[in-house]
């Protein structure tokens, strides 16, 4: 598995061997002795799929409490992903990366604990599938507002406006988020 930095530290895209011939393709998406060597050693509790419509805007998602690390991937369309440091003693504190991940390039991105989540499906549909190393919380999920100008983030919407639940939609400024230590 080829390991690419991000502008985050401790945020990885996973770039796994795929291996293709005349009936598709198969590729390891997770090993317990692979990844534990990368320094992901946490143990996942939960696996989601979310699947969106074109523009549908999901995040950006974290909880204050049972803070989540993500194994995330795209099994189907492509997606433009997006974490935002919010670990207010990181050098990086605020700042985020994004990435566009597809069906076809079968990477993962690993989000560790202590950071917001979020993306924008790209295509019609887009299925994204994460491992989470706590329990979904309720009581202690926040959302980032995705479109706070501190952030700057540039979602490809191309003249369309995103679709956003009401949660999305009321997400709060990073000024005013709760954010980690």
Known sequence: MQVCPTALPGVLLLEPRVFRDTRGQ???????AAF?????????????????????????HYQIEH??????RVVRGAVHDVVVDLRRSSPHFGRH??????EDD??????????AHGFLALTEPADVVYLVTDVYAPQHERTLLWNDPALAIDWPLRGAAPVLSDKDAAGVPLAQAETYP
């Open 26 to 32: 198969f590729s390891e998406t997770w090993n317990a």
């Open 36 to 60: 534990a060597a990368l320094g992901i050693a946490a143990p996942f509790v939960q696996e989601n799929h979310s699947r969106s419509h074109r523009n549908v805007l999901r995040g950006l």
């Open 67 to 72: 803070a989540q690390g993500k194994l995330v």
């Open 97 to 102: 990366c994004a990435t566009r991940m597809t």
């Open 106 to 115: 079968a990477r993962l991105l690993w989000v560790p604990p202590g950071f």
